[in-house]
Each structure stands twice: as C-alpha cells, then as structure tokens.
C-alpha cells in the first residue's frame, strides 16, 4: 500500500473513533514540499523574463497538479491571485484527493510570493504553503486560518526572545519605544538592531523614524512573507519586521511565525476612507478595525504546517541552483506542535525529473 494509501487508511480509523490520530498530519508534510518544490522550479523558468502572470500560472498549475495525487481534504482559505489580479489559487478551492477519510485541511498559500521580483530577476521571491488540520472530521477548516477583508494589515514581527520576558511590544507604540525593547531583550544596543521594511512609498516617516532611532534598515522590494518570517530564524541577521503589507501575506507569516514561537502583531490598515467605508458596509465593526491580531488569532491550533520553498536568494532561503543536468532546491518546513525546523535541500536530476500540472493532467519534463 502507498504512503498516500495508509494515510486514507488510517483516516478511515480514526472517522469511526469520531477523532484525527494527533500526529496524522505529519504523514502528509513531505507532500507539502513537494508542491512548493514543484511552483518553485516551474516559476523559475520565467525568472527575468517580464511576465509575471505567466509565472504565477506556472506555480499555480504545478501546485494544483501535485496536490491531485496527494489524500487530504484542502480547502484554499486563504488564495493568491485577488489582490495583484492575476492567475492564482483562490479562495474556495478544494486541493488533494477529497478521498473519504482523508484529513482535512485549511490551506493558505502564495504560489510566488514575489511575482514582481521573478519577472524582474531579482532576489527575494520564494513559493510557500501554509496549512491547519481540524481536529475532528466535524470541524469547520473555514474557523483555522484567518480571512481578513481588508487589503493591508499594518504589522510587526520578532523572534521568541522578544516574545517572552518584561516589556511589551505594541503597534502603537512609538518607533523608539519598541526598538529599545527589543534591543534590550536581544541584549544589544539599538544601533546594532536590523529591521526589515518594505521598499514603499508610504514607509517614508517609518524608514525616517527607525534611522533616527539608529538601527540599520534592510529594504525589501517585494516577498514580506519571508522578510516578516526572517527576525524568528536563527542566524537571519534581522531583529524585527515593520511595516504594513498585504493581509494574505500576514495570515501565511503567522503560520510560520508560530511554528518558530516568535510573534506577530497585525491590524487592518484601509488605504483610504473608500475603503473603510467599504469595510463597514461590508459588515467590519468599528472594533474589528482596531482589533490587533497575534499568530493564534490569524493561525489557531497546534496541527499548523507551514512549507516553503526559495526561488531566488531571500532572507529566509536560497533560491534555485542549476548545475550541470541537476537543480538544487532549498526549503524549509515547520510544524507548530512541536516548532521544528527542517531545512531541505532537494538535488533534481533534470534528465528524470518531472512535474505533473492540473491543466493537462499530465507529467512534464522541465
């Protein structure tokens, strides 16, 4: 019997007992990697051509088709595609087999997170895949990932030293305020402190407050998935992500986020008064607007597995390296339950290696 197989198998066991075996997920993980595998390489072709929506087909299609194969119930939570209106996996999409028994899943992802960095050949773009498993066969997988309306959520992230002990990071906090803390948590001064921020025009008064404050800047173009992740990962060379960014991005980072027992603090940032009133009509409180989320709020539960995969050299992970007939990948996959991290290095023989798409049904060479 296949791997795919038992895990079908041992489903079916655990519906007649009315619960999920705890650890059932697990049997399932590599598949994950596989996908993000899989959207990297097929992404990569399309690296420094100028056609982003190309790309993001590519890993949208090779993730489809690789998830074809593979026993659980998904449901795409959180998609890609919405807010850059191009090809993507959306919201409402059902991935895996759907075979009965199979585990059930919320799934949000980036197929690229960084479309604008592939299409430019520039560094920073990775795929990633996060996921929570209900608990029990009944459970809503709706309920697991958060699915916030706004475009942009206003948000900063650190590691678990700063998370635990005295002193308390606030998004309202000033700045200088929140440096100092975690300055004093890292044991460091604040002129030895990284931040990671979004290359943007609207970060011009924080890039001014974080330099008067004298930390050191690090600007990203794109891919603050990665960038919000970084601060949490040993030997980074970042302290803390600050910024606003897209509200996807922030649900998949919380997901990694938690898997490293780091934090994130993220709140609903309307561009503009058409968008909060769009907001309010569309039934977001007033509350909801000033509520801050934390990793638990945006990525609930313990069985939360994030996978990811470089496409080119990020904060996080090195990109695709060719060599000769061989790609080498570089991923990285964490489960919140127990905070483990596996980084993966894959070598692809390119004379065997295939990649099978949704759109044909069929295994391709790449």
Not at 41 to 70: H, Q
Not at 343 to 365: C, E, F, G, M
Request: proline content about 3%.
């Amino acid at each position: 019997m296949s791997r795919n197989g038992k895990t079908a198998a041992a489903a079916d066991q655990a519906v007649d007992r009315g619960v999920l075996p705890v650890d059932l997920e697990r049997l399932v993980g590599l598949e994950f990697i596989r996908a993000t595998e899989a959207a990297a390489l097929s992404a990569y072709k399309w690296m420094g051509k100028g056609d982003k929506e190309s790309a993001d087909y590519a890993a949208s299609d090779a993730i489809r088709g690789l998830f074809d194969t593979v026993n659980i119930s998904g449901l795409v939570t959180i998609g890609e595609g919405i807010k850059d209106n191009a090809p993507g996996i959306f919201k409402g999409e059902k991935l895996g087999t759907w075979a009965d028994g199979s585990i059930k899943m919320a799934i949000a992802l980036d197929p690229i997170d960084g479309t604008t960095i592939v299409s430019k050949g520039l560094a920073g773009a990775i795929s990633v895949i996060a996921a929570a498993a209900c608990e029990k066969p009944e459970d809503d997988p709706r309920e697991l990932l958060a699915d916030i309306p706004s475009f942009y959520m206003n948000k900063i992230s650190f590691g678990p030293r700063v998370k635990m002990g005295p002193g308390r990071i606030r998004l309202d906090n000033a700045v200088q305020d929140n440096l100092e803390i975690i300055a004093l948590k890292l044991g460091k001064r604040v002129q030895d402190l990284t931040v990671v921020i979004l290359d943007r025009s609207r970060h011009e008064r924080l890039v001014h407050d974080v330099r008067r404050a004298g930390a050191a800047i690090r600007l990203i173009s794109d891919g603050d998935i990665a960038g919000a992740i970084a601060p949490c990962l040993p030997g980074s060379g970042v302290d803390v992500y600050m910024g606003t960014g897209g509200s996807p991005e922030a649900v998949l980072a919380a997901a990694g986020i938690k898997c490293l027992g780091g934090e994130i603090l993220a709140q609903m940032w309307p561009r503009d008064d058409d968008e909060r009133e769009q907001l309010k009509s569309s039934g977001v409180a007033e509350a909801d607007l000033a509520k801050v989320y934390t990793a638990d709020d945006l990525a609930r539960g313990k069985r939360v597995l994030f996978a990811a995969t470089g496409i080119s050299d990020s904060t996080m992970l090195k990109g695709i390296r060719y060599e000769d007939t061989s790609a080498m990948t570089y991923s990285i996959f964490m489960r919140a339950k127990h905070q483990t991290i596996r980084y993966i290095k894959t070598v692809h023989n390119l004379d065997l290696k295939t990649v099978r798409l949704r759109s044909d049904a069929q295994d391709h060479a790449l």
